[in-house]
Structure formats: C-alpha cells, structure tokens
C-alpha cells in the first residue's frame, strides 16, 4: 500500500508466524496489545503451514511515515521505502 509518505512492502516469504507486527500496531493504535486492535491479520497457508501478514488497507495509516510493524519485524518481512515526491518520466 502506498501514501505520498512511502510504500510498506511485505515480503512474504520471510514472515515466520511470530506475530510481532500485530501486536506493535494493535499497542500503537489501541495502547492495548491486542491482534483485534490491528491493522494486520496473519494468513496461514494450510497447504504449506506458512504465515504471511495481510494488511487491511483501510486501518492502515503507516504509523505516519514511521511504521511500527516494521521495527517490530526482526525477519525483515515487512519493510517501508520512502517514495520520492517528484519523478520525471519520458
Ligand atoms: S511479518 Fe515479521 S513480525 Fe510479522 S509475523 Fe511475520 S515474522 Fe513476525
Ligand atoms: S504501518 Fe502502522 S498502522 Fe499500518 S500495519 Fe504497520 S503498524 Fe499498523
């Protein structure tokens, strides 16, 4: 998802289902570590046991510009790029 601040990246692959994320941004939107309080729900694929979060768009507000997820995530899973204000295309 994308604001005029930056962009959050999840990288799937490297989630490992510990749940940090949610509970940092269910604490920094409720001050309640609480996952119902979360921007974040995590999938589990059944097929292959994996866990990967999905972000629900319309919570999410990128802690702005500072997310809190992904200085909770130590896996790297999710990562925010700063995007650049003006861009000049041809
Ligand atoms: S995205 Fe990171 S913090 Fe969240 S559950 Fe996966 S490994 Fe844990
Ligand atoms: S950027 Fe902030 S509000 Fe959005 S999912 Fe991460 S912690 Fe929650």
Redesign the pocket.
């Known amino acids: 998802m994308e604001s005029g601040a930056g962009r959050l990246v999840v990288w799937r692959d490297?989630?490992?289902?510990?749940?940090?994320?949610?509970l940092a941004c269910s604490f920094r939107k409720t001050g309640e570590y609480n996952p119902s309080g979360s921007a974040?729900v995590?999938e589990r694929d059944l097929a292959t046991e994996k866990?990967?979060?999905m972000i629900r768009a319309l919570s999410c507000d990128l802690c702005g510009g500072r997310p809190a997820?992904v200085e909770?995530?130590t896996?790297g899973?999710?990562t925010f790029e700063l995007l650049p204000r003006i861009e000049v295309r041809y």
């Open positions: 490297r989630c490992r289902g510990c749940r940090s994320c949610q974040i995590l866990t990967a979060p997820c909770a995530c896996y899973a999710l």
